[in-house]
């Protein structure tokens, strides 16, 4: 028994434990394992319940990583955390500074669960119809000049300041690509990305493809990623360390030639 252990109080000891053991079955169905929870897993779950940041420090690292980013105005955004559930909340000048701020909270380390509640609320641009049309030919113009963007294949319109983007494409890489060159636009609220995908390449060998992607990325661990695959449909199941390491799973999975949907079931687990 550790120090810390000798000074909590029996019945407070009795809810770790429980706790503990709770955790350690969670994992042991996340693995799939046909046999009992194994000494790893109740070691890991005891880790993860003696290490993790409480609802206080949690909030308090996430609101020092939202000042340390030099594209986001931290006085505009509250922080609150409730049972480890993380939830921004305020009112930002841009859609760019809100996808900022959500990922500098997803940056911290033991934020598993984030609600982003940040309204959009421009400044700049006063009256509706003036600013609707120039974010339109802005956001054309931006997408006409972008390298990695089919431009004469999506149509953009706008209403009250948010931006439809319709069409098609033949990858996730153009379309989430088309998506992030209007979001950064000034007068911007919202994004609908309405892009449809149609891969001109047939998928083969895509598990493999995947898997492979996964061994040689600094930050995957595939032993803990499954990856099950019928034709371009593709599901990751399994748990990972970070939101970094489930985005990066994801942006992986989509690179394979010929996918056309994904669905990351991944769980973040410390």
């Known amino acids: 028994m550790t120090r810390n252990e000798h000074q909590l109080s029996q019945p407070t000891q009795n809810i770790l434990h429980e706790k503990i053991a709770l955790r ?9 394992s046909p046999i009992g929870s194994s000494e790893e897993d109740w070691f890991r779950a005891e880790r993860e319940m003696r290490t993790a940041k409480s609802d ?22 509250r922080v609150e955390v409730k049972d480890g559930v993380v939830t921004l909340a305020g009112r930002v000048e841009y859609l760019a500074e809100k996808w900022a701020a959500e990922w500098a909270a997803k940056r911290v380390s033991g934020v598993k669960e984030l609600a982003v509640e940040i309204e959009v609320k421009p400044i700049r641009f006063r009256e509706l119809r003036r600013r609707d049309a120039d974010i339109a030919r802005a956001a054309e113009n931006a997408l006409k000049w972008h390298a990695f963007v089919p431009q004469d294949r999506i149509k953009v319109t706008v209403e009250d300041g948010v931006i439809t983007l319709e069409g098609e494409v033949e990858k996730q890489f153009e379309k989430e690509t088309a998506r992030q060159v209007v979001l950064h636009l000034a007068g911007v609220k919202g994004v609908s990305n309405q892009i449809v995908l149609k891969p ?10 995947i898997e492979a992607a996964f061994k040689r990325s600094a930050i995957l ?6 990856v099950k695959t019928d034709s371009g449909k593709v599901i990751l ?27 990351n079931l991944l769980k973040i687990v410390d």
Do not use: C, F
């Open 24 to 32: 350690a079955h969670r994992l042991w169905e996340e693995r799939g």
């Open 56 to 77: 206080l420090q949690l909030q308090r690292d996430v609101s020092e990583e939202l000042k340390w980013d030099p594209a986001i105005n931290a006085a505009q955004i």
């Open 237 to 263: 199941t399994g748990i990972v360390r970070s939101w970094t390491e489930y985005v990066d799973a994801e942006r992986a999975t989509w690179a394979a030639p010929g996918v056309h949907e994904v669905k």
């Open 221 to 226: 661990d595939l032993a803990r990623i499954e």
């Open 200 to 209: 001109k390449v047939e998928p083969t060998e895509v598990k493999d493809k």
